[in-house]
């Protein structure tokens, strides 16, 4: 049975859509953007978008009893791979060795103006079991 992941600083979705779903073990995050969860107010840059686009992603894991060790899959969508430096260092910062498999798509736009957007397959115990 899957349930639907909300709560407390979790951006509301900006669409028909659940920020993340638990079915069993597993928790699949929608893409998180660099929103403030009670504003919705987009952050200035790509660097402050990726840091608070992991934030949100904690979040989320957080309200779902997981944490970022737990995720085994990322994709990180760039509106320019010319920032790719840039996220990757701020991306790194939240996951130790063995780290999530990961695509980087470079993508023409995101929603609200976004630069950068990161979506996550966990599953508990991932880095681990």
Do not use: W
Not at 31 to 44: I, R, S, Y
Not at 67 to 96: M, P, Q, S
């Amino acid at each position: 049975m899957k349930r639907s992941i909300t709560g407390a600083g979790i951006p509301a979705a900006i669409g028909p859509y659940s920020p993340a779903i638990a079915v069993g073990d597993e928790l699949y995050c929608s893409g998180q953007l660099g929103l403030h969860p009670e504003t919705g107010a987009l952050a200035e840059g790509v660097a402050a978008q990726a840091e608070q686009a992991v934030i949100n992603l904690g979040a989320l894991l957080s309200a779902a009893g997981y944490g970022y060790n737990d995720i085994v899959k990322t994709t990180i969508f760039l509106v320019d791979l010319a920032d790719f430096a840039t996220v990757n260092e701020i991306y790194g910062r939240a996951f130790t060795q063995p780290y999530p498999a990961r695509s980087t798509i470079q993508v023409a736009a995101l929603p609200k103006g976004g630069l950068v957007e990161i979506e996550a397959i966990a599953k508990r115990g991932g880095a681990t079991g």
